[in-house]
């Protein structure tokens, strides 16, 4: 089956650190159950430590 870009349940979405570092993380999350934009707790690289990451638009 293939993976169509329409109104996916499933789309790709880009979290941005709050640390303000600039790095990124690519995800996934369902538009069903999470109609609000997306923070996961994850690890920032360059500050070296767990930040709140939010989702980009």
């Known amino acids: 089956m293939a993976k ?3 109104s996916d349940v499933r ?3 880009k979290l941005q650190s709050t640390a303000g570092t600039g790095v990124t ?3 996934r999350k369902n538009r069903r159950n999470d109609p609000d ?3 996961l707790r ?3 690289r360059v500050a070296r430590r767990h ?3 939010r989702e980009e638009r």
């Open 4 to 6: 169509g870009k329409g």
């Open 11 to 13: 789309p790709i979405v």
């Open 25 to 27: 993380y690519v995800t």
């Open 37 to 39: 934009r997306l923070v």
């Open 42 to 44: 994850k690890y920032d």
């Open 51 to 53: 930040v709140n990451f």
